[in-house]
C-alpha cells in the first residue's frame, strides 16, 4: 500500500513564526504535491515538485515556499505565517505517468495565531 | 482554465436512501477522479474515470462519466453511516498532464441512522 505521511496532524503556530510541514512518502513516486483546503474552497494547489529539486508554482503560492532535497520528502515553509494561512494543509504524492492517481496523507491542521 | 462544480454542495440522507452527487466541467475531461475525505482526515481514491460513458463501481458506489465527458455522477445505493464525509471530484486540467489535478468543492455527505 502507498503511504504519504505528514509530520504532525495539528499544529499551533504565532504570528510571524516560520513553520515547516514535512511529507514523506515510500512509493519512489516522482510527483509530491502540496495543498490547502478551506470551506467552500476545496483544494487549492501550493506547490508541486516532480523530481528532486524541481518544483513549480500552483494556484495558492504566495507566502509559502518548498523544498524537495531527497525523492521521498516534500517540505512545506511558511516564511512568516500570518493567521489567514491557518488552514488545513494536505501533501500527496504520484507517479509522473499521465493519469496517475495521486496519493493523500492525513493532513495537517494549522491554526496560526 | 477548467473548473469543477459540484452539486449538491451538501446532503443529509435517511439511512438507506439513494443518492447521487454530481461533478460538472466546464471543459471536456480528461480523465475523473473520485474521492473520499472523512472529517479531518487525507482524501481516500474511489475510483477513475476515462473514457466517455464508462461506469464503475465498488461496493455500494457507481461512478459514471458521461458521454460528453464533460460531467460525472457518484451514486450511492442503500446509503450507510460509514458512507458519511466529504465527496470531491478532481480531474487533470489538460490532456496529457502528468500528475496535477484540479478539485471541485466538495460535497459533504451526512446519512441519519
Known amino acids: 500500500d502507498v503511504k504519504v505521511t505528514q509530520s504532525s496532524r495539528y499544529l499551533v503556530k504565532r504570528t510571524g513564526e516560520k513553520v515547516f510541514l514535512e511529507c514523506v512518502q515510500d512509493m519512489d513516486h516522482e510527483n509530491m504535491f502540496w495543498y490547502r483546503q478551506d470551506p467552500g474552497l476545496g483544494l487549492r494547489l501550493i506547490y508541486f515538485?516532480?523530481?528532486?529539486?524541481?518544483?513549480e508554482k500552483g494556484d495558492i503560492p504566495e507566502g509559502y515556499s518548498v523544498s524537495r532535497e531527497k525523492k521521498e520528502r516534500f517540505s512545506l515553509i511558511l516564511e512568516s505565517a500570518s493567521t489567514n494561512q491557518t488552514s488545513m494543509y494536505l501533501c500527496?504524492?504520484?507517479?509522473?505517468?499521465?493519469?496517475?492517481?495521486?496519493?493523500f496523507g492525513p493532513g495537517t491542521r494549522l491554526l496560526v495565531l | 482554465s477548467q473548473e469543477l462544480e459540484q452539486s449538491p454542495q451538501s446532503l443529509i440522507v435517511q439511512e438507506g436512501k439513494n443518492l447521487t452527487i454530481n461533478c460538472t466541467s466546464s471543459?471536456?475531461?480528461?480523465?475523473l477522479y473520485w474521492y473520499k475525505q472523512k472529517y479531518g482526515e487525507g482524501l481516500i481514491f474511489l475510483m477513475m474515470l476515462q473514457k466517455g460513458g464508462e461506469e464503475k463501481s465498488h461496493e455500494k458506489i457507481t461512478a459514471k462519466l458521461d458521454e460528453k465527458k464533460q460531467q460525472s455522477s457518484l451514486h450511492i445505493t442503500a446509503s450507510q453511516p460509514s458512507h458519511a464525509g466529504i465527496y470531491l471530484c478532481g480531474a487533470p486540467p489538460s490532456p496529457g498532464n502528468t500528475g496535477k489535478l484540479i478539485f471541485g468543492q466538495g460535497t459533504t455527505l451526512q446519512v441519519k441512522p
Open positions: 500527496a504524492s504520484s507517479r509522473r505517468q499521465y493519469q496517475e492517481t495521486q496519493y
Open positions: 471543459k471536456t475531461l480528461y480523465g
Open positions: 515538485s516532480y523530481d528532486v529539486k524541481m518544483k
